[in-house]
């Protein structure tokens, strides 16, 4: 808020002589201020929270913030991770963004939160009312379960709807914006705003939208496709450099990059000649784009996954019973899941057969081709212009057929070395190295978890940051599946790595998994923590993850002389420092 100059209390002139002046003054800058007449209506307080892991709910969160307070609310942006510096039961509005991780599960930002929420002891929030948008993805059996969790809470709790809640999928945006112009057609309502809600629309972001984005991907040069496994592994892990130079983009180390792939030609052909449809005929897609099937089967549309909504389509469109008595059961989610559990359309059609009296009809059920996410494993400062990724080719067998991963395969098989790849950036606020570069580092990360603590010991390298780093890494074979062996031992004899902790999962008997190495350093890892060291994990979600996670709990509690809720407190205080960050998927 702007303050005017005035003549204080303590100048010689008399108190009438002093408010004559002060009002002159004001009176010379208001005719000389060319700025908006400052509103004296009081600003509707409106905060906005989310719960978000790989950044989609925090930036909309932020958007939406930024609109409303550029339209004249009062519209601070929380993490739920920051929860307790807002009080719900004075607020009277509340914007929650939320997505959903593992299964059905709070994003680790929002754990606490939720927690919190949950308990009996919760205070009643009947002052409160909130609208929640959920991030999702329809792949997922519980879709957008942790912002349905959130609606149904608040409610019982005793707060009110102001907006019903809007579940999104994984291209949000649109929806995301629709039910965010709900929101503020509402709030301008009841803030007596006269312009109409879309008049309102601020310009909010556009200005600064950079030129590459998940909706424009940069087409970048593939420099490099080397594979990292020895030729007896049964593993494909593949190292890709991409050149960057001319795009404008840059990146940190722990960040993310999308890609856009291509299906399989082959996988396409036998599904058009299992649908009897012409590949070589031409459709017209909903943003009007004109393209022969195939090319739109290929670059266009998601032909592997089946997801609930679709079997349920599939179910009416065939009058399948057996689709039908499959999905009776809403409560029974167990059935789906194994019967989905490797099927993919081509299956579909194969055991339950459509007749569609024309392709787009076929479109009209598939879901758009969307990109996928990788660990960025290069540092910026050791590969300017590059960005280097590390995938796993995605091959399998599945009810009698061969199976392959769409963008693992497109790069690995598809694109050759200097062909072209749409990629974009995405930052992971919550995946850093720490500020101070005295800071010891654990590193968590087995199998393609590898991935960006290669680029966190590039930097670390290149920065000459004297802190300690601590790598435990694990795939099957140490002969053939030590990813980045030589640069791992060439950064251990510079002393960039202090120490370097292997599991070979198959080279004996018993499996030796990372977590068994950490309890073995336990004594080590605990006194590393105590000095201030930030934990990493990268990898798999479903098991690895939540095994890391009990080996810390465990090891936080024999070696720290805590009881289980003090250790679990001792890691839930180190996820609030950002001590403990997590890149699992
Ligand atoms: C933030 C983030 C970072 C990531 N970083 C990396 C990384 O650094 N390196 C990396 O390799 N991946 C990474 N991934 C995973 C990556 O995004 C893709 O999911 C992965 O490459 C598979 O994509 P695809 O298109 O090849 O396979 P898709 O066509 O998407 O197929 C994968 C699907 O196939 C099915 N499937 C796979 N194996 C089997 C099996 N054995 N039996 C039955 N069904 C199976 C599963 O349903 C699986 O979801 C990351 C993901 C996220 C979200
Ligand atoms: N969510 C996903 O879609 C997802 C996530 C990660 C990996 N994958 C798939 O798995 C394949 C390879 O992936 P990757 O290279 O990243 O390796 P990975 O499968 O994660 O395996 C890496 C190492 O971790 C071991 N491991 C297995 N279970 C573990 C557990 N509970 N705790 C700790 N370690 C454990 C493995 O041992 P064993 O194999 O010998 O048991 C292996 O030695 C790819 O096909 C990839 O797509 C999928
Ligand atoms: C490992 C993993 C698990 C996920 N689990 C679910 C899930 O159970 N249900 C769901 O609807 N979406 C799930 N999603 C999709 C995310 O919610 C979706 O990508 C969302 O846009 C992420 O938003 P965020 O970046 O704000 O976290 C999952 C995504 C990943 C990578």
Same mark, same amino acid.
């Given at each position: 808020?702007?303050?005017?100059?005035?003549?204080? @209390?303590?100048?010689?002139?008399t108190?009438a002589?002093?408010?004559?002046?002060?009002?002159?003054?004001?009176?010379?800058?208001?005719?000389?201020?060319?700025?908006? &007449? /400052?509103?004296?209506?009081?600003?509707?307080?409106?905060?906005?929270?989310?719960?978000?892991?790989?950044?989609?709910s925090?930036?909309?969160?932020?958007?939406?913030?930024?609109? %409303?307070?550029?339209?004249?609310?009062?519209?601070?942006?929380?993490?739920?991770?920051?929860?307790?510096?807002?009080?719900?039961?004075?607020?009277? #509005?509340?914007?929650?963004?939320?997505s959903?991780?593992?299964?059905?599960?709070?994003?680790?930002?929002?754990?606490?939160?939720?927690?919190?929420?949950q308990?009996?002891?919760?205070?009643?929030?009947?002052n409160?009312?909130y609208?929640?948008?959920a991030?999702?993805?329809?792949n997922y059996?519980?879709?957008?379960?942790?912002?349905?969790?959130?609606?149904?809470?608040?409610?019982?709790?005793?707060?009110?709807?102001?907006?019903?809640?809007?579940?999104?999928?994984?291209?949000f945006?649109e929806?995301?914006?629709?039910?965010?112009?709900?929101?503020?057609?509402?709030?301008?309502?009841?803030?007596?705003?006269?312009? &109409?809600?879309?008049a309102?629309?601020?310009?909010?972001?556009?200005?600064?939208?950079?030129?590459?984005?998940?909706?424009?991907?940069?087409?970048?040069?593939?420099?490099?496709?080397?594979?990292?496994?020895?030729?007896?592994?049964?593993?494909?892990?593949?190292?890709?450099?991409?050149?960057?130079?001319?795009?404008?983009?840059?990146? !940190?180390?722990?960040? /993310?990059?999308?890609?856009?792939?291509?299906?399989?030609?082959?996988?396409?052909?036998?599904?058009?000649?299992?649908?009897?449809f012409? $590949?070589?005929?031409?459709?017209?897609?909903?943003?009007?784009?004109?393209?022969?099937?195939?090319?739109?089967?290929?670059e266009?549309?998601d032909?592997?996954?089946?997801?609930? &909504?679709l079997?349920?389509?599939?179910?009416?469109?065939?009058?399948?019973?057996s689709?039908?008595? %499959?999905?009776?059961?809403?409560?029974?989610?167990?059935?789906?899941?194994?019967?989905?559990?490797?099927?993919?359309?081509?299956?579909?059609?194969?055991?339950?057969?459509p007749?569609?009296?024309?392709?787009?009809?076929?479109?009209?059920?598939?879901?758009?081709?969307?990109?996928?996410?990788y660990?960025?494993?290069?540092?910026?400062?050791?590969?300017?212009?590059e /960005?280097?990724?590390?995938?796993? #080719?995605?091959?399998?067998e599945?009810?009698?057929?061969?199976?392959f991963?769409?963008?693992?395969?497109?790069?690995?098989?598809?694109?050759?070395?200097?062909?072209?790849?749409?990629?974009?950036?995405?930052?992971a606020?919550?995946?850093k190295?720490?500020?101070?570069?005295? @800071?010891?580092?654990?590193?968590v990360?087995?199998g393609?978890g590898?991935?960006?603590?290669?680029?966190?010991?590039?930097?670390?390298?290149?920065?000459?940051?004297?802190?300690?780093?601590?790598?435990?890494f $694990?795939?099957?074979?140490?002969?053939?599946?030590?990813?980045? #062996?030589?640069?791992?031992?060439?950064?251990?004899?510079?002393?960039?790595?202090?120490?370097?902790?292997?599991?070979?999962?198959?080279?004996?008997?018993e499996?030796?998994?990372?977590?068994q190495?950490?309890?073995?350093?336990g004594? !080590?890892?605990?006194?590393?923590?105590?000095?201030?060291?930030?934990?990493?994990?990268?990898?798999?979600?479903?098991?690895?993850?939540?095994?890391?996670?009990?080996?810390?709990?465990?090891i936080?509690?024999?070696?720290?002389?805590?009881?289980?809720?003090?250790?679990?407190?001792?890691?839930?205080?180190?996820?609030?420092?950002?001590?403990?960050?997590?890149d /699992?998927?």
């Amino acid at each position: 808020m702007k303050t005017l100059p005035s003549i204080p @209390t303590s100048s010689p002139f008399t108190e009438a002589q002093r408010l004559w002046l002060n009002g002159y003054i004001a009176g010379l800058i208001s005719e000389a201020d060319d700025s908006p &007449p /400052v509103s004296s209506k009081p600003k509707l307080r409106v905060p906005v929270m989310y719960a978000s892991q790989s950044g989609n709910s925090e930036a909309l969160a932020e958007s939406f913030a930024g609109q %409303l307070s550029e339209a004249g609310f009062d519209a601070p942006c929380f993490s739920t991770e920051d929860y307790s510096e807002i009080d719900l039961t004075s607020e009277k #509005r509340l914007i929650l963004v939320s997505s959903t991780w593992g299964e059905g599960d709070p994003p680790d930002n929002a754990i606490d939160f939720w927690n919190a929420l949950q308990s009996d002891e919760h205070p009643r929030l009947e002052n409160l009312s909130y609208g929640v948008l959920a991030l999702g993805d329809t792949n997922y059996l519980e879709f957008c379960a942790q912002g349905k969790a959130f609606d149904k809470r608040l409610e019982e709790l005793g707060a009110k709807r102001f907006i019903d809640r809007a579940d999104c999928d994984t291209d949000f945006e649109e929806a995301a914006e629709a039910w965010f112009e709900s929101v503020r057609g509402i709030l301008a309502k009841e803030q007596g705003d006269d312009a &109409p809600a879309s008049a309102a629309k601020s310009s909010h972001a556009a200005p600064n939208e950079p030129k590459w984005s998940k909706k424009n991907p940069f087409p970048a040069r593939l420099l490099m496709n080397r594979r990292l496994n020895g030729e007896n592994s049964a593993r494909d892990t593949r190292h890709f450099e991409i050149e960057l130079t001319g795009s404008g983009l840059s990146y !940190e180390v722990g960040d /993310v990059l999308g890609l856009y792939g291509h299906n399989h030609p082959q996988a396409v052909d036998e599904l058009t000649a299992l649908l009897a449809f012409d $590949g070589d005929s031409i459709v017209t897609l909903t943003d009007g784009e004109s393209m022969s099937l195939r090319t739109a089967l290929i670059e266009r549309f998601d032909i592997r996954t089946v997801n609930r &909504p679709l079997l349920e389509a599939w179910a009416r469109i065939t009058e399948s019973e057996s689709l039908q008595q %499959l999905l009776a059961d809403e409560n029974d989610a167990s059935a789906v899941e194994d019967y989905l559990w490797g099927r993919e359309i081509i299956d579909l059609v194969a055991e339950h057969r459509p007749r569609f009296a024309d392709p787009s009809d076929f479109l009209a059920l598939l879901r758009k081709l969307g990109p996928r996410l990788y660990s960025i494993s290069s540092s910026p400062k050791a590969h300017p212009g590059e /960005v280097h990724l590390t995938i796993a #080719r995605v091959g399998y067998e599945a009810h009698g057929r061969r199976r392959f991963g769409v963008c693992s395969t497109y790069l690995s098989d598809r694109v050759y070395p200097e062909g072209e790849v749409k990629v974009f950036l995405q930052e992971a606020k919550h995946f850093k190295l720490p500020g101070s570069l005295d @800071t010891p580092v654990i590193m968590v990360g087995p199998g393609t978890g590898i991935a960006p603590f290669r680029a966190f010991l590039e930097e670390r390298k290149a920065t000459e940051a004297p802190g300690l780093n601590w790598l435990f890494f $694990g795939n099957p074979h140490e002969a053939d599946d030590f990813l980045y #062996r030589e640069q791992l031992e060439e950064l251990q004899s510079e002393g960039v790595l202090t120490r370097l902790d292997t599991a070979w999962s198959r080279d004996q008997e018993e499996k030796i998994y990372v977590q068994q190495r950490m309890i073995e350093a336990g004594a !080590e890892l605990w006194k590393w923590l105590e000095e201030g060291a930030h934990f990493y994990v990268c990898g798999d979600a479903k098991r690895m993850a939540k095994d890391v996670d009990d080996a810390l709990h465990s090891i936080v509690a024999q070696h720290g002389g805590k009881t289980e809720t003090e250790a679990a407190s001792y890691l839930s205080t180190m996820k609030k420092e950002k001590r403990y960050q997590r890149d /699992v998927y």
